[in-house]
């Protein structure tokens, strides 16, 4: 089992930064990837960033020049730093990680936190 708690979300205005820190406890070592997901209010969930065992990274289009997505193995933590914050940033964003030995592998999911962005 992988458990995941999310922080660092909260309020700020348009052109700030906020840090999410996604903590995994349980069986970290089965850990394949992890990723940030964000819903918005009427919108669906949209993957942000994700960062697999071996470090490659992606971003999606909106956020790839503003957020960065960083691994700390040592405390079994990932990272969404996120840099001049948008309006449309505002989100409720789910860490998530994929977890096991073999196909099918295991989701897990953060609780969430909320960002918003004010204009």
């Known amino acids: 089992q992988v458990q995941l708690v999310e922080s660092g979300g909260g309020l700020v205005q348009a052109g700030g930064s906020l840090r999410l820190s996604c903590a995994a406890s349980g069986s970290v070592f089965r850990i394949k990837s992890m990723g940030w997901y964000r819903q918005a209010a009427g919108k669906q969930r949209e993957l942000v960033a994700g960062i697999s065992s071996g470090g490659i990274t992606n971003l999606a289009d909106s956020v790839k020049d503003r957020f960065t997505i960083s691994r700390d193995n040592a405390k079994n933590t990932v990272y969404l730093q996120m840099n001049s914050l948008k309006p449309e940033d505002t989100a409720v964003y789910y860490c998530?990680?994929?977890?096991?030995?073999?196909?099918?592998?295991?989701?897990?999911w953060g609780q969430g936190t909320q960002v918003t962005v004010s204009s």
């Open positions: 998530n990680a994929r977890y096991g030995e073999r196909y099918p592998f295991y989701n897990s």
